[in-house]
């Protein structure tokens, strides 16, 4: 073992710290130089005095051989509402987007929707059947998919009903209801251009199907020129193999378009030149209009954004002064190219500070950090992408939509901020 720095000694850190807290002022030795801060907690662990955690020996390294958050974290899981299908045969859960920062979703916390529950796939057992239109039919193995190049990639992943709940008016009670429905992951896999590629496909190919192996045997058609464009057999998220519930071992990621055609525990890909038939219940995902047509094969996810903090699950809990208002954005038609954010329900915009990586059909984080004067106020946030669209209003929204949707519901979200700091979903005209 190399030698390391010895650890700098508890006396001589404090000492440092002091004398860099002197050298700024007496002033930085107050509870906190951020107006209306409550603090709170045990005094007994706070300055000056020692804290527990600091007074005995803590966990040694094999105690936690698979990491996993602090227990005061212990809040910070999916939830599912109850009313809503949770049970076996059709559930969903959702990301509690308010509590998380950046782009990237832990793995453990990003949204389920199953239509047969979790598929646990022996990746022993694992085969993926490539065939129709196609000069060579093949069987990969997972080793098969392994050996092939690998692509990086980090997507989101939105359920087209995300926010269907909000076509009426407003519904719940905060953004990991909304709003949760999506997630953002690095993918690792091997784009199904070089899959195809092995294969052959047929001049007279123009679909493709997509087949997955839970008993739901969910299957999706999959336009021939997306599958040569963008789209991902991925078997890694965030550096690890897929979890279960998102399909493990290998699931389609098709970037920008609507979660239902990522197909999990995807089994077998057939090349046709015809989009197929699908069942109501899996598939259909179709958007009923004010005059009872439907509109079809809508694919793409629009520009949406959502203030995830402060919203109601993450009040306010100063009585003024800086605030931080972060939220993300996305679109299925690219990078987002602006976020603007409004404090007073939309009459005045300003634009919001983008942080991060600003990636291709990726969620994308900003803030906007503001002197809050202890009023009330209506959050809003609104996203442009690179193409120029421009989210709409909800009551924009309704115009064209009419309230029987369920699905692609990208209105611009109210929060009504209280003097008392809760935040509430709201409508206004
Ligand atoms: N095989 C299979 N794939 C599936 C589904 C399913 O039930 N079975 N659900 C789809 C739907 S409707 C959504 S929203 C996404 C959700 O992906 P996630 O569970 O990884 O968040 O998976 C899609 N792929
Ligand atoms: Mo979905």
């Not at 259909?284 to 809508?298: I, P």
């Not at 202890?374 to 209003?393: N, W």
Request: charged residues 25%.
């Amino acid at each position: 073992m190399s030698e390391q720095q010895p650890p700098k000694s508890p006396t001589s850190r404090r000492a440092f710290l002091k004398a860099g807290l002197t050298a700024g002022g007496a002033a930085a030795f107050a509870p906190s130089a951020l107006a209306g801060a409550l603090g709170g907690g045990d005094p007994a662990n706070q300055p000056p005095n020692i804290p527990e955690w600091t007074r005995s020996l803590g966990d040694g390294v094999a105690v936690r051989a698979y990491g996993k958050p602090s227990k005061h974290e212990a809040h910070v899981i999916r939830r599912d509402v109850e009313w809503l299908t949770a049970s076996r045969e059709s559930s969903v859960s959702f990301t509690p987007i308010h509590e998380l920062d950046g782009i990237i979703t832990p793995n453990g916390l990003g949204f389920e929707r199953h239509h047969s529950g979790i598929a646990e796939v022996d990746p022993a057992d694992y085969r993926l059947i490539l065939h129709g239109l196609v000069d060579k039919p093949l069987i990969f193995t997972l080793d098969d998919l392994k050996r092939l190049p690998r692509v990086n990639r980090a997507h989101f992943c939105e359920c087209a009903a995300n926010s269907g709940m909000e076509w009426r008016g407003a519904q719940l009670n905060g953004c990991q209801y909304t709003h949760g429905m999506v997630h953002c992951v690095m993918y690792t896999g091997v784009t199904l251009k070089t899959l195809l590629g092995e294969a052959g496909v047929k001049p007279n190919a123009k679909w493709l199907l997509l087949e997955g192996g839970d008993s739901a045997a969910m299957t999706r058609s999959l336009p021939l020129q997306k599958a040569l464009d963008d789209v991902l057999i991925a078997y890694r998220m965030n550096g690890e193999m897929l979890y279960p519930e998102h399909g493990y071992p290998a699931r389609a990621v098709i970037p920008g378009w609507e979660a239902n055609m990522w197909v999990k525990w995807l089994r077998r890909i057939e090349v046709g030149d015809q989009p197929w038939h699908h069942r109501e219940e899996t598939s259909k995902y179709t958007d009923l209009l004010e005059n009872g047509k439907a509109r079809r094969f809508t694919f793409v996810m629009d520009a949406k954004s959502i203030i995830t903090s402060p919203s109601p699950q993450a009040p306010v809990n100063h009585k003024s002064g800086l605030t931080v208002l972060s939220g993300i954005a996305w679109s299925g038609r690219g990078k987002i190219a602006r976020v603007d954010v409004s404090l007073d329900g939309g009459r005045n915009w300003r634009t919001a500070r983008i942080d991060g990586p600003v990636w291709d059909k990726a969620l994308t984080r900003f803030y906007y950090e503001f002197d809050w004067d202890g009023r009330e106020l209506l959050l809003q946030s609104r996203a442009m992408d690179e193409t120029g669209y421009v989210q709409p209003g909800k009551a924009e929204l309704r115009k064209i939509r009419g309230v029987n949707s369920i699905y692609h519901n990208n209105g611009i979200q109210t929060w009504y901020l209280h003097k008392n700091g809760e935040i509430e979903n709201v409508e206004i005209s």
